[in-house]
């Protein structure tokens, strides 16, 4: 089975655009046509594997595995950690994410023939023999330890580790941390909004038309839903996850300025035999609201005979109060006659919180006049470029509205367009390898490490993260130990212990993708159980994370080794 389009001057994926899958092997290469076979439907990532692919990578990452190669050291034993330095948004928390889209890139790294012919022509002094090491590379060798999405992690903490023969490990660098930081700063940002707006809240994600692309936009609408959005407005990301993700949508100005006062409804006139049309005109009058605007009510209903289950009209296309949300209240009034509950309004200009309240009020006025307790509960949403400081104002100020959809401060990340993940190398054939700094943020530290989440007063509100080598013998439930807090050993007896970055690769994925509805409600879990002060906007407290003992003294012995003096570090 072929597909063939035409792809002149794009770089972006034919299959991607169409939304036909994401696994597939190109076929033919003539001029400007290009044929695919092997359709294959993408049940876990929503990342594309012509545009994710091992040419995704920073150039220099293929001449340092040429120079190893060129010197015998590509098979060298390697461990890299990935991890970040400092919290997004001036926060203390960062919530982990893309792990999915990783773990599906690797699992089917391979330099194509393509590719290969396409490196030829930028590496023209490399010897045919390294083309074919390149054509042969994978990770069959590779065991990865990580930490899985939506767990709350913390600066210094190896989210992934990659142990395995030092060209392999090398030339995945830039696509991991590209994988992994935007997934995680989009489901971070999704939670700060999350935590602004309340729980109570239904939050959905707008911001297709304002992303970085579509792979930004959705993939970022997946990380928002991971991080506690009902759902987006993103249809191909509903598609992607076999409708795990929800889709929403109620309509634009332009659609209501399509219709003019002489519109003819033709058979929408009519829903269940009643001329919705005449009952409109009968409530308009009854109101003495015939001064609402008479082309927004025909949208109305239009709209609402196509599927009236899910009437929510977007009320500020000509005057809010003075006519959408009293042309809404007419319509709702219809639908009412003939058995159906209108959902409810969509506010997106002008003060939300005050026109929130008068459109309530509104409500609940004609549900008392005509008898109809339910109008009180009609539905307002908010989409007037919604951001984390608006939503703490609109908590502040108080206000009547039921549901946000956000966009570009959510998809975009506007307040802090990165997170700053690096991907260092920290031994190399069994040595421990640091890096120094005078900056001693910037110091890495050595070795391979496992990281566990340590309760001490109770077996659900984590205490501290502790790093430890892994060699070490891991922190045991009742048994006393020792940590580095700053510079100075604290002894501690935990009550519950939790390895945070088990094995989750070895040659192939071992563990299952994460549901949005697992990741949600293990985001729930940790809001509830960790430190509240770690979440709060205004000065939030720092999550302790210390070192073992022995990870100390492993670093000052090297800092002192490389520096010739005693150095004393610390966790900032």
């Not at 074919?132 to 330890?145: E, P, R």
């Not at 977007?314 to 959408?324: A, K």
């Not at 496992?450 to 009742?478: H, M, Q, T, W």
């Amino acid at each position: 089975l072929f597909f063939f389009f035409q792809a002149e001057d794009g770089i972006r994926d034919p299959l991607w655009s169409r939304g036909l899958g994401d696994v597939y092997k190109r076929q033919v290469s003539t001029q400007s046509t290009w044929g695919f076979h092997l359709m294959i439907k993408a049940k876990d990532s929503v990342i594309d594997s012509f545009i994710v692919n091992p040419l995704l990578t920073d150039f220099y990452e293929l001449t340092m595995v040429y120079r190893y190669w060129k010197t015998g050291h590509q098979d060298d034993e390697a461990v890299f950690e990935l991890f970040f330095r400092k919290h997004p948004f001036h926060g203390e928390f960062t919530v982990n994410a893309g792990l999915t889209e990783a773990l599906d890139y690797l699992s089917r790294f391979k330099f194509e023939e393509e590719h290969i012919n396409y490196l030829r022509t930028v590496l023209p002094y490399a010897e045919p023999e390294f083309f074919v090491y390149l054509s042969k590379l994978d990770l069959s060798k590779v065991k990865i330890h990580a930490i899985n999405e939506s767990k709350m992690v913390f600066p210094r903490e190896p989210i992934m580790s990659f142990e395995g023969p030092l060209g392999i490990v090398q030339i995945i660098e830039s696509t991991i941390i590209n994988l992994n930081s935007y997934p995680s700063l989009i489901c971070t940002n999704a939670v700060r909004m999350r935590i602004a707006a309340g729980r109570n809240k239904d939050m959905i994600e707008f911001g297709l038309r304002r992303a970085q692309g579509p792979t930004g936009a959705t993939m970022g609408a997946k990380y928002a839903c991971l991080g506690t959005f009902q759902g987006t407005a993103n249809t191909l990301l509903g598609f992607r996850t076999q409708g795990e993700v929800q889709v929403y949508g109620t309509m634009a100005h332009s659609f209501i300025l399509s219709y003019t006062e002489n519109t003819d409804l033709g058979s929408l006139r009519k829903i269940k035999g009643i001329d919705v049309l005449e009952r409109a005109t009968h409530y308009r009058k009854e109101l003495n609201w015939t001064n609402t605007n008479y082309s927004e009510l025909l949208s109305y209903l239009g709209y609402a005979s196509c599927n009236p289950e899910n009437f929510l009209a977007l009320v500020d296309t000509y005057d809010t109060l003075n006519s959408g949300v009293k042309n809404f209240l007419i319509v709702a009034l219809v639908l009412d006659e003939i058995g159906v509950k209108a959902k409810g309004i969509r506010l997106d200009s002008g003060n939300l919180a005050d026109l929130s309240k008068k459109a309530r009020k509104m409500f609940i006025e004609i549900g008392e006049k005509y008898n109809k307790p339910h109008f009180k509960e009609f539905k307002i949403m908010a989409s007037n470029e919604i951001h984390e400081e608006s939503l703490y104002e609109l908590a502040k100020v108080g206000h009547e509205i039921d549901m946000f959809g956000i966009g570009t401060n959510l998809i975009t990340c506007l307040k802090q367009p990165a997170l700053g993940m690096v991907y260092k190398l920290v031994t190399i054939n069994g040595v421990p390898r640091l890096k120094l700094s005078e900056d001693i943020d910037k110091v890495t530290l050595p070795g391979s490490k496992s990281i566990y989440r340590i309760y001490i007063n109770d077996k659900l509100k984590p205490a501290f993260d502790l790093i430890c080598l892994r060699s070490e013998v891991p922190p045991k439930e009742g048994q006393e130990m020792k940590a580095m807090d700053s510079t100075k050993a604290v002894a501690f007896t935990p009550v519950n212990v939790e390895l945070l970055n088990p094995l989750v690769f070895d040659g192939k994925t071992l563990i299952p993708p994460m549901t949005i509805k697992e990741g949600t409600k293990q985001i729930y879990s940790q809001l509830d159980n960790f430190n509240p002060a770690i979440f709060q906007r205004e000065k939030p407290e720092k999550y302790p994370v210390l070192l073992s003992v022995e990870m100390f003294n492993l670093v000052e012995k090297m800092m002192k080794e490389a520096k010739g003096q005693k150095q004393h570090f610390y966790l900032k």
